[in-house]
């Protein structure tokens, strides 16, 4: 860990070095820089800030709903955002609408970190959250789904933006339960992202993919071991930031010609937090765990994806895997829509929907015997 420290110092001390910085972007590399620095960076701020939350006493401690046994630092999340903002700063890529999307990425990510340090009612979170996105949705950064130029079509595109970017941000925060699942599903999603980007000449947004890609993978060694507990979490802020983040990404980019099929591109890479929050709404509601809109939102339970996955195969690094390997199934199906017709992707987001019920089914009668 000390050797990779030091490697980790020297590379980020030589990316600060301008001529280095500008010699990568002539040969137009300027995708691997934003990497390094952001991989970097989150690498050797993640043990700093675990040093802050011990300091003062930001721990997430074990309880009967969260499956670690130890008392661990929550301020993970910090460093990756710290990391995520420098690397865009230190290329320039702060126009206005990054700069509105990262300032409320920001105030979400700081809601998570009032909640970390003392915990907030769900509802103000939420409402926080919603207010957030109509600030986005003012400044321009709203789906396009609906033809936007008649009454009916912007105000569809306005609820669903709401429900698009507050339901993936709460998702992400709700399947942080496991060592490395946010973190990893964060860098698959945004990998892909990524890919699919530059694939559609849409090189900024694909260097904020990229970001978000090296922020996580530096903080991911410390979240995720395989035979001892994680040294630090995500926490709140970390959590939900990565959600926001990645939410408000998609709906910025502009990912077809076809409505349908720049809609299907990211349902496919976030199916995963899509059918995680869609199952435990329905499963609570037919159970009778939640009979109003406020026992929804208030509802703490131990019934999402990693839960089950765990209670099934037992071991941790089986389900955190599992859950990566299906993510990446699907993500491999937004790169197919390249230069797809909209039937095309309508028939990818079919087929994700039959893999996750054969999924589910397989899982519930595991679960059974």
């Excluded at 960076?41 to 401690?61: C, E, G, H, Q």
Aim: proline content about 4%; aromatic content about 14%; overall charge positive.
């Amino acid at each position: 860990m000390r050797i990779l420290y030091f490697v980790a110092l020297i590379i980020f001390v030589a990316l600060v070095i301008p001529p280095f910085r500008f010699y990568l972007i002539c040969i137009g590399l300027r995708w691997l820089y934003i990497f390094l620095f952001s991989l970097s960076l989150s690498y050797l701020l993640t043990p700093l800030m675990r040093l802050v939350a011990f300091k003062f006493n930001i721990l997430d401690n074990p309880d009967a709903r969260k499956i670690h046994d130890i008392a661990t630092p929550l301020l993970g999340g910090v460093a990756i955002i710290i990391s995520f903002s420098s690397s865009l700063m230190a290329n320039m890529i702060l126009d206005k609408a990054m700069l509105i999307l990262l300032s409320g990425g920001i105030v979400v990510a700081f809601t998570g970190l009032l909640d970390d340090l003392r915990e907030i009612p769900a509802r103000m979170k939420l409402l926080i959250q919603i207010i957030v996105v109509l600030a986005l949705i003012y400044n321009g950064i709203i789906l396009d789904i609906f033809p936007p130029r008649t009454t009916w079509g912007f105000w569809m595109n306005l609820v669903f933006t709401i429900i698009w970017i507050v339901g993936i941000t709460n998702a992400m925060n709700f399947i942080d339960g496991m060592d490395g699942l946010a973190t990893g599903l964060g860098a698959i999603m945004a990998g892909f992202m990524g890919i699919v980007a530059f694939q559609t000449n849409q090189p900024s947004m694909g260097w904020i993919a990229i970001a978000i890609l090296g922020s996580c993978l530096g903080f991911f060694p410390f979240n995720f071991r395989f035979k001892t507990p994680a040294l630090i979490f995500l926490g709140d802020t970390g959590s939900t930031f990565l959600g926001f983040m990645l939410a408000a990404l998609a709906v910025m980019g502009d990912w077809n010609d076809s409505r349908i099929v720049s809609f299907a591109n990211p349902v496919l890479i976030f199916w995963i937090l899509i059918f995680d929050m869609l199952y435990i709404t329905v499963e609570r509601i037919v159970t009778g765990k939640v009979k109003s809109v406020k026992e929804w939102i208030d509802y703490v339970g131990t019934d999402h994806l990693h839960h089950r996955l765990f209670f099934l195969l037992g071991d941790k690094w089986k389900v955190v895997l599992t859950i990566f390997l299906f993510s990446t199934t699907l993500g491999l199906s937004s790169i197919a829509l390249r230069n797809a017709r909209p039937i095309d992707g309508v028939l990818l987001v079919v087929q994700a929907f039959l893999i996750t019920a054969i999924f589910s089914l397989i899982e519930y009668a595991g679960r059974r015997k």
